[in-house]
Antibody, heavy 125, light 112 residues
């Protein structure tokens, strides 16, 4: 098991919700944002949003706003992503990942990469 | 249509060198945001290969190298091996839509 361990595969009906968990170990949970990325069958990687485990602040891709919720439990060092009103095209592998903050100086910025990643959770609608 | 543009596929024989391009715009790479590269092998989670344009994480062989100039970036792989076969993604940050993390569409590498 790696530093980010996700919950098991889920099968859901259209219109239902799914909640995927991501348990963190090996680093201080509240020091890094948690990102969620998905890969639909036959498609590429798609960023869904981020959550700051310390403050609970979140930011979502416009596509998912209103349908996605990201929460955390700091005592169990677990992040959660819940997607509601599921559609057939939400069938995908969902990944959590630790994100590195972006810092800018002058005309260049550093950071913004995702590492490590969870093993992925297959959600079938 | 991905914000970052990659070729759908590249191929090369074992031992050869291949490059994968990633073209962005003035709201991401051209704005000075760094590019990062991931290797996604079948059945595995994406793995960080290159961060901040040119840097390799510990454990990534020096056969993998990255570069960036303006709104474009590229990943080079030398000494191709059968185990390199998979999909490679570039990723950066984009200032549009209140800020978002963006990926290229992915490039399938085939080792002939």
């Amino acid at each position: 098991q790696g530093p980010l361990v996700q919950s098991r595969a889920e099968v859901k009906k259209p219109g239902a919700s799914v909640k995927v968990s991501c348990q963190i170990s090996g680093y201080t949970f509240t020091n890094f944002d948690v990102y969620w990325v998905r890969q639909a069958i036959g498609q590429g990687l798609e960023w869904m949003g981020w959550m700051n485990p310390k403050s609970g602040n979140t930011g979502f891709a416009q596509k998912f706003q209103g349908r996605v919720t990201m929460t955390r439990n700091t005592s169990t060092m677990t992040a959660y992503m819940e997607l509601s009103s599921l559609r057939f095209d939400d069938s995908a592998v969902y990944y959590c990942a630790r994100g590195i903050s972006i810092s800018c100086g002058g005309s260049n910025c550093r950071g913004g990469w995702l590492d490590p990643w969870g093993q992925g959770t297959l959600v079938t609608v | 249509q991905s914000v970052l543009t990659q070729p759908p596929s590249v191929s090369g024989a074992p031992g050869q060198r291949v490059t994968i391009s990633c073209t962005g715009s003035s709201s991401n790479l051209g704005a000075g945001y760094a590019v990062h590269w991931y290797q996604h092998l079948p059945g595995a989670a994406p793995k960080l290969l290159i961060f901040d344009n040119t840097n390799r994480p510990s454990g990534v062989p020096d056969r993998f190298s990255g570069s960036k100039s303006g709104s474009s970036a590229s990943l080079a792989i030398t000494g191709l091996q059968a185990g390199d076969e998979g999909v490679y993604y570039c990723q950066s940050y984009d200032t549009r839509l209140s800020g978002s993390w963006v990926f290229g569409g992915g490039t399938k590498l085939t080792v002939l």
